[in-house]
């Protein structure tokens, strides 16, 4: 959802509520509803769920003081210290700013809906006022429980752990959540946190503290989203969104901004060297770290891309077992270790195989999640999808699920269009087998593609058994009785490549036999460095090819681009990052464009343009007719089968 107008939330405004926070802390009543009893009896996780339950009577409130039992807690962990621990101070500090911002956004609320006049009239409003006036109370208390929890997390998810599944398994959920009035509400918040807070299974070391309250509060929302459909009143809440003033904190509408929130997944440590081949891809690869490397945190932005050398998406196809998953883990390991040279923070996102699930909307939801965290400013994001064509086939193929297309739905918008926000600090990389199995659109989307073709070369062999076999020599000297070959070294060519040019000397020419008869037949009517040759030649390329459309002409474009900026970062920029990495972004802009301007001496613009098309033309025309040839082979295969049973049939009569 856009919302149409930003309204500052001011710290003056917020220093004269965090006296009325600070009381809700001191002390609340709450009478636990007859509903929330009978949930706890019925509770699957007894222990807790009884302990929650137990209050002091049906009649009367149970006055619950979350600062007592803080202090309780600081005497539980921290019994011969006057200090209160860390986490716990934290924990109690994010809480009250939660409050605190949650009542000034009840505020507001009351006095754009409307909700502060009624109340002013009380006493004098008739049935429909009556009806309205509760109404907006609701709404009102469910907004204040909801800005609560977002700031609560804002301050706390941060310095939680990375796994909280401990947690979240003792959680036993939250029995009820009040929307009667912001009084009950906020009463009934506190009440069953205090409850967690004094249970002596749930806090058992300082650091548990954040992690539950980041469990509970997430549960909040939760509850809160749950029951959206039964508020009214709500247009002044989802056409704004509120900014706390010199913070990135704000609350847009009910969207929850916390969905987006990752941690980096677990992967091997590989080097590019291990990887046997692949020169095209390794190169790429290289590229790909420097150019993520390069985000400027304090503009928000990358220099690459005003240069044109920048994809969001890209692309790595081959047959099966050429090194797909190896190159995966060699992004991520360089990108990891220059993160941790450089102090900056590195999300490993890879796109998870239980994506698509069986219920209506459940694959777009899970879509949403997963790209969510790649609008995140604040660190450098590198999110592959391995065996792509497995979630992102093309829609019009027969037997495709409802999910898949959710799932690409998803991914279309979030790559280009009203929700596609890239700063320049995330890229996506599409893996796959079966380039031709992906879905057209999807294909549209890929803005740097390169082959994972394997070993190819005598040496690449070589080195290949080499990996294989020098694992028992080392442990067992003398085992492998084998003669080395004659002056080389083992490893010497898996290096990376110094640039695109290296790779590309042969393709001066397209090899598919169907793009090469219209490139020589265009070539008769326009010289190679004429602009008209390739508006010719795409024009002629989209007749044989009716999928081909300005998009990939664009893609060429950014192909060039890239081709343009194919320099090596200086090693000493590593290893000395004040010397670039840690410089404004407009300084950092003039280096690169000083590194580009060398990098062209000696080299012709056409010359790279005619290898980028050539190239990709090339690759458009491999995917066409490997998606014909697969289809014509299984018609072929299955007459086949046909016949001979036909044979066996008529046999057995």
Not at 110 to 135: I, P, Y
Not at 235 to 257: M, P, Q
Not at 607 to 612: A, L, S, V, W
Request: with cysteine; hydrophobic share 35%; glycine share 6%.
């Amino acid at each position: 959802m856009e919302h149409n107008t930003t309204f500052p939330i001011k710290h003056s405004e917020l220093a004269t509520l965090r006296d009325e926070a600070t009381s809700y802390l001191k002390g609340v009543q709450w009478d636990q509803g007859m509903k929330a009893k009978n949930r706890d009896k019925n509770g699957k996780d007894e222990s807790i769920l009884l302990y929650l339950s137990k209050a002091t009577g049906n009649s009367t409130s149970t006055v619950t003081s979350v600062s007592k039992s803080v202090l309780g807690l600081k005497k539980r962990l921290l019994p011969d210290s006057v200090a209160i621990p860390l986490h716990l101070n934290e924990a109690l500090f994010g809480l009250q700013e939660g409050i605190t911002l949650g009542i000034w956004l009840k505020d507001s609320y009351s006095d754009a809906s409307g909700l502060s006049n009624l109340s002013e009239r009380k006493s004098s409003l008739d049935n429909s006022q009556r009806r309205e006036f509760d109404s907006k109370q609701h709404t009102a208390t469910a907004f204040m429980l909801f800005g609560i929890a977002c700031r609560v997390l804002f301050e706390l998810k941060p310095k939680a752990s990375d796994d909280l599944s401990v947690l979240k398994n003792k959680f036993a959920g939250i029995p009820e959540l009040s929307f009667m009035s912001p009084l009950k509400g906020i009463s009934c918040l506190l009440y069953y946190y205090d409850k967690y807070l004094n249970h002596p299974e749930i806090i058992t070391k300082d650091k548990d503290v954040i992690d539950f309250t980041v469990v509970y509060f997430e549960a909040i929302i939760s509850e809160i989203q749950l029951r959206l459909g039964s508020l009214e009143y709500t247009e002044t809440i989802t056409d704004r969104t509120y900014k706390l003033e010199n913070s990135e904190f704000a609350v847009s509408g009910w969207e929850n901004v916390f969905e987006g929130t990752a941690v980096s997944v677990e992967f091997n440590k590989i080097q590019f060297e291990q990887i046997v081949g692949n020169r095209d891809a390794k190169h790429f690869a290289r590229r790909l770290t420097e150019r993520l490397m390069s985000y400027d945190f304090a503009t928000k932005k990358n220099p690459f891309q005003e240069l044109g050398g920048f994809m969001p998406v890209f692309m790595g196809y081959g047959i099966p077992g050429t090194g797909k998953s190896m190159l995966i883990a060699a992004i991520a390991t360089r990108l990891k270790e220059h993160c941790d040279n450089l102090d900056i923070p590195f999300l490993f996102h890879p796109m998870p195989d239980t994506l698509i699930s069986t219920f209506q909307g459940g694959s777009a939801e899970k879509m949403v999640q997963w790209m969510k965290p790649l609008q995140d400013p604040s660190r450098l994001i590198f999110a592959p999808i391995d065996d792509a064509e497995n979630n992102l086939q093309e829609r019009t193929a027969q037997g495709v699920s409802a999910g898949v297309k959710e799932v690409i739905g998803v991914f279309l918008r979030y790559t280009e269009g009203a929700y596609a926000v890239n700063y320049g600090n995330s890229s996506i990389g599409l893996f796959t087998n079966l380039p031709e199995m992906l879905d057209k659109a999807v294909i549209s989307r890929v803005q740097g593609r390169f082959k994972i073709d394997g070993a190819r070369t005598i040496p690449d062999f070589v080195d290949q058994d080499y990996l294989w076999w020098r694992k028992l020599n080392e442990t067992m000297p003398g085992f492998v009785n084998m003669k080395d070959p004659n002056d080389y070294k083992y490893l010497s060519e898996q290096g990376l490549a110094k640039n695109l040019g290296e790779i590309l000397q042969q393709a001066e020419k397209p090899t598919e036999e169907r793009v090469l008869d219209i490139y020589d037949e265009v070539e008769a009517k326009y010289k190679l460095n004429e602009h008209l040759f390739y508006a010719e030649l795409y024009k002629n390329i989209q007749k044989a090819f009716p999928f081909f459309s300005s998009r990939d002409i664009r893609n060429i474009q950014s192909a060039v681009s890239l081709r343009l900026t194919d320099f090596d970062l200086p090693q000493d920029w590593f290893e000395n990052p004040e010397e670039y990495f840690k410089k404004d972004y407009e300084t950092k802009f003039g280096m690169l464009q000083e590194l580009m301007k060398s990098n062209m001496k000696g080299l012709s613009f056409s010359d790279i343009r005619r290898q980028e098309v050539v190239r990709y033309l090339d690759n458009v025309a491999t995917i066409a007719d490997t998606d014909f040839k697969r289809k014509v082979d299984q018609r072929v295969n299955d007459m086949n089968i046909q016949l001979e049973a036909r044979k066996q049939f008529e046999e057995e009569l």
